[in-house]
């Protein structure tokens, strides 16, 4: 009886090392791209610390089913089980979410980004500090061309797995405008995540 307890134990803990050994290569996957704790270096890749956790979690289930097409993203959600997603999703969510924007604010174009957030009401969504809920990302602190970028393909109907709202919010929305705003919301401070 002993045996088959220590036999049952071991095989716990065998399947218990799997696991951790690949959530580590999971977010050392995410880290290479996403920058350590989930906060990019990389312009054009958005940071994903701090993100709400259904946000997250939908987006790799988009990534997975590819209703979304990312090249990075394809091998990394390849296989993901829905269990998988709900871990990774809650780690990068209970992260700590930095500004990452380097460079002086512009006030001419903190100024317009702040009316053109208003005016569109961005704050409705993604609450009024921009820190996001339920299904709407973290824009606060965002890498500024990823939001730029990710702003004019909504624009332009060109955002797969996108939301027809965030098209029809930007319809119409010039680049300028566009820039600016992405330049107000990334050097939004961003909150802290709730515990």
């Not at 997603?85 to 380097?102: D, R």
């Not at 957030?117 to 409705?124: H, N």
């Not at 921009?130 to 973290?138: A, I």
Request: proline share 5%; net charge positive.
């Amino acid at each position: 009886m002993r045996l088959l307890r220590k036999g049952r134990w071991a095989a716990w803990l065998a399947a218990l090392f799997i696991s951790t050994a690949g959530a580590q290569e999971r977010l050392q996957l995410c880290a290479a791209c996403h920058g350590e704790g989930g906060n990019s270096v990389n312009p054009e890749v958005p940071s994903i610390a701090g993100q709400p956790q259904l946000f997250l979690e939908n987006q790799l289930i988009l990534f997975r089913e590819e209703l979304r097409r990312s090249d990075p993203m394809a091998p990394v959600v390849k296989g993901l089980k829905d269990a998988e997603i709900v871990k990774l999703a809650e780690h990068f969510s209970k992260l700590p979410a930095k500004a990452m924007e380097s460079g002086a604010a512009d006030p001419s174009l903190m100024k317009i980004g702040k009316e053109k957030a208003s005016q569109l009401r961005c704050g409705v969504c993604h609450l009024s500090d921009f820190s996001g809920q339920k299904q709407m990302p973290r824009l606060a602190g965002q890498r500024e061309r990823y939001l730029a970028n990710e702003m004019r393909a909504y624009r332009d109907n060109k955002r797969a797995g996108g939301d027809t709202i965030m098209a029809a919010t930007l319809y119409g929305v010039s680049d300028a405008d566009i820039s600016a705003l992405a330049h107000f919301l990334s050097r939004a401070a961003p909150r802290a995540p709730a515990r």
